[in-house]
């Protein structure tokens, strides 16, 4: 199974977890790929690490008025951009391409407006990580 096909599958592994109501471990006892397993665990682990992120930059949009799928979405990429080295790829996926991964699913599977709202949140919220990577990289070289 491709690397895409994976993080789509953990994706609607997330999904499924939110919107029926399931524990993800059943849920994901029904998913074959360890990574997909892995990055949908991860995560679960850090959801409201990457849920105030989302809320840092959805301007004029609460969470809980996006769709359950676009929050699945959202969640993977940003887990993939500012914690690459969780869900245990053999090599983590440029955050450029985590982004375009997250637009290209949001085009398949959500409504027609979802795909740019997605990519401006990665895409700020990438911008803050760079920017918080850099100041903590100059306080180490102090």
């Not at 790829?89 to 985590?98: F, V």
């Not at 795909?115 to 100059?138: T, Y």
């Amino acid at each position: 199974m491709a690397r895409a096909q994976e993080r789509r599958a953990a994706i609607f592994a997330l999904y499924q977890q939110e919107s029926s109501g399931r524990e993800l471990e059943a849920v994901l006892a029904e998913v074959p790929s360890a990574f997909a397993r892995s990055l949908a665990r991860a995560v679960n682990e850090r959801q409201a690490e990457l849920d105030a992120l989302i809320e840092r930059h959805a301007r004029g949009w609460a969470l809980q008025r996006l769709h359950p799928l676009e929050r699945a979405i959202l969640r993977v990429a940003l887990l993939e951009i500012t914690a690459p080295e969780l869900p245990g790829a053999r090599e983590p996926i440029p955050p450029e391409g985590a982004i375009e991964e997250a637009v290209r699913c949001a085009k398949t599977y959500c409504e027609a407006k979802a795909p740019a709202f997605i990519n401006g949140i990665l895409d700020a919220a990438w911008s803050e990580v760079r920017e918080n990577r850099a100041v903590q990289e100059s306080g180490a070289e102090q």
